[in-house]
């Protein structure tokens, strides 16, 4: 930690709240904007709830195109939090401070909007009350507990409550901070949610303990979602390309990748927004860019297994269907891009020091990851639909309509208004986090090198 | 006689120690007097009373409790609609234990966050005496008794570790 500096923590406070005691002058605009965005986004789908799934590209033989290609990209990005702020936590990786909250509300927020996809996929969503849950005792049927679409919301349900309940966990020592620093209702609200927070010994006992606790708990939940969203495809044995049986952890790995460099992207604006640099440092992106290139690595490992499997086996459909993806128009054109901004431009670029611990490098690079990783969910979901019971009579390909890429777009408006409406009332920096790392650490004397040093309590 | 509190107030860790060695020394029960930081320091740095908790317990209680629920619903479910699909037995193992799995975790993370919120004694709505610079970096040793005539003991003690500004309640 070569960067720290030492920072009292009445300006900790200062700097760290104030989003929620202060409203940044873009703020308002900003949500404004986003908030028609939503606005409109909501109206579409109102639309084609309304008038049915006509009004998409969705046709035979493609019926799961940009929806489901998107509720799988947001599932990848929630699988940020956990990466993060569990496996860092229980490694003691003193650089997670001020990246944890984010990377957990990223999740939270990016759950939500996966959620809504599968949904509106189904055209008609009151109808998923008996796909779900139905527990339709008059008519005596129950769902199919066997098949894959059962086990998702399951495991999806569960990711999602567990996050939330480790994101208000970890936030009731800065609710207790903000009760102190704010007067009227805000001060009501704050009094409520930190549920008398005094900050005694046996209170921050149980936010380590707790916090250990739940970390070791949430980590095999991140690990069965990911593998479970996979297992909607891999389970499927009739579409070339699906059914294989590295997806799960194909998937998983996929999902760190993008969800790690989607909080180097959150992390970036943060420093740029609220004016971070004293916490959001350098050596942040340095940190979270070295075990990306590992992740990104790993991850370009299976997708050559994939490739691999696929020409030894000496399956004509599916050598067929690698084909397409690779050589035929305009598969090849995404194919290539999918290669070069996931992996090819921004991996390479991460080996260097200069390009880690340069923030905007970072920010553009990250950003590429996700349209990489976004366009590999669609290359896995799409072709392998489009190759399925070609009808001589299907002679278009999917082509998403202006409906699809609307509500595609609204995702994006929807998780950014809802992390900037959270960043207005609670702290995305957790303040206690960063005070304690003051307290357990110290320069000491080397020789003439005066170098940081970190404490640490033995159990 | 009422049950009253008093809250020195100390802006460096090492009085605040030393106030709470004093109250010991003065012979204040454990558990009468504590100490409030807006930051976790290393426990023992203000020769503080260590409280005993039972947190691990709570994960385990929650997990019995899903996996039970999860083999009723489950099982139940398949019983409930016993059709044959794919040659495949009704009470299908791998299927269930998914279901199984999310459940039994989903109820031991709850049973966590209950038992996060208890250990804490949470919530409390009367907390007590407390000074909003604690969460600017202030450290409070706070001392509650019945007996009226210990508050001129607590109050030399803490006057004579150094505090800055001593409450009342």
């Avoid at chain 1, 409109?40 to 799934?53: D, E, P, Q, S, Y």
């Avoid at chain 1, 128009?329 to 996931?342: D, G």
């Avoid at chain 1, 699809?404 to 994006?412: A, D, H, L, P, Q």
């Avoid at chain 2, 004093?22 to 260590?50: I, M, N, R, S, W």
């Amino acid at each position: 930690m070569q960067q720290r500096r030492e920072l009292d923590q009445v300006y900790t406070n200062r700097k760290l709240l104030n989003g929620q005691l202060d409203t940044p002058k873009w703020w308002a605009p900003t949500v404004s904007i986003l908030g028609v965005i939503v606005l409109l986004g909501l109206i579409v789908i109102a639309i084609m709830i309304n008038k049915g799934l006509g009004v998409t590209g969705l046709s035979r033989p493609v019926y799961w195109g940009l929806f489901i290609t998107t509720f799988v990209f947001w599932v990848g990005i929630s699988h940020a939090g956990i990466m993060i702020s569990a496996i860092l936590r229980l490694t003691q990786a003193e650089w997670r401070r001020p990246v944890t909250r984010a990377a957990e509300l990223l999740t939270v927020f990016s759950l939500l909007t996966a959620l809504v996809f599968p949904l509106i996929h189904a055209g008609r969503p009151w109808r998923i009350a008996y796909w779900i849950m139905p527990y339709d005792v008059a008519r005596g049927i129950y769902p199919n507990i066997r098949s894959p679409l059962i086990m998702d919301p399951v495991a999806i349900s569960t990711y999602l409550i567990g996050s939330s309940l480790f994101l208000y966990i970890a936030l009731l020592p800065d609710l207790g901070n903000l009760r102190d620093r704010t007067a009227g209702w805000k001060n009501a609200m704050y009094t409520v949610l930190a549920l008398g927070w005094r900050g005694n010994p046996r209170q921050w006992k149980m936010q380590t303990v707790g916090g250990i606790l739940l970390s070791a708990l949430m980590l095999p939940i991140f690990v069965s979602v990911h593998s479970i969203v996979s297992w909607d495809f891999a389970i499927a044995a009739a579409v070339e390309g699906w059914h294989s049986t590295i997806f799960a952890p194909y998937f998983v790995i996929g999902a760190v990748h993008s969800g790690v460099s989607a909080v180097v992207t959150m992390m970036a604006l943060m420093r740029w927004l609220w004016k971070w640099d004293d916490f959001i440092r350098p050596e942040h992106f340095d940190a979270l860019a070295r075990p990306l290139i590992v992740v990104a690595t790993g991850w370009l490992g299976f997708t050559f297994l994939e490739l691999t499997f696929a020409l030894y086996g000496q399956d004509a459909p599916e050598i067929a269907l690698r084909e397409m993806q690779m050589f035929e128009w305009p598969w090849n054109l995404l194919f290539i891009i999918f290669f070069l901004t996931a992996y090819a431009i921004p991996v390479p670029m991460w080996l260097f020091k200069r390009v880690r611990t340069n923030i905007a490098l970072m920010f553009w690079t990250s950003i590429l990851v996700n349209i990489g990783m976004w366009l590999e969910r669609f290359l896995i979901i799409v072709p392998g639909l489009a190759r399925r019971t070609p009808f001589v009579y299907t002679w278009e390909a999917y082509r998403p309509s202006a409906v699809e890429w609307t509500i595609f777009i609204w995702s994006f408006a929807w998780v950014t208004f809802l992390m900037l409406l959270f960043s207005k009332f609670f702290p995305l920096v957790p303040l206690f986090e960063q005070k304690e790392s003051q307290v357990f650490t110290d320069d000491v004397m080397i020789g003439r090198a005066k170098v940081p040093a970190i404490v640490r309590e033995a159990d | 006689m009422s049950t009253q509190s008093i809250l020195g107030l100390f802006q460096q860790p090492e009085p605040a120690a030393d106030a709470m060695d004093g109250l010991k020394e003065a012979g204040f029960e454990l558990g009468t007097f504590d100490v409030l930081t807006g930051t976790p320091y290393p426990e023992g740095a203000f020769g503080e009373y260590v409280p005993q908790h039972r947190l691990f317990r709570f994960p385990a209680f929650g997990a019995i409790i899903g996996f039970t629920l999860s083999v009723f619903l489950t099982a139940a479910t398949q019983l409930a609609y016993p059709i044959v699909t794919g040659g495949k037995p009704i009470l299908s193992i791998f299927a269930m234990l998914i279901i199984m799995y999310e459940m039994t975790m989903l109820a031991g993370v709850i049973a966590t966050v209950v038992g996060i919120i208890f250990e804490s004694r949470l919530p409390n709505m009367k907390p007590g005496i407390y000074d909003t610079r604690i969460t600017e970096g202030w450290i409070g040793v706070v001392i509650t008794f019945d007996d009226d005539s210990k508050v001129a003991d607590a109050e030399s003690v803490l006057n004579k570790a150094g505090a800055l500004e001593i409450k009342h309640a």
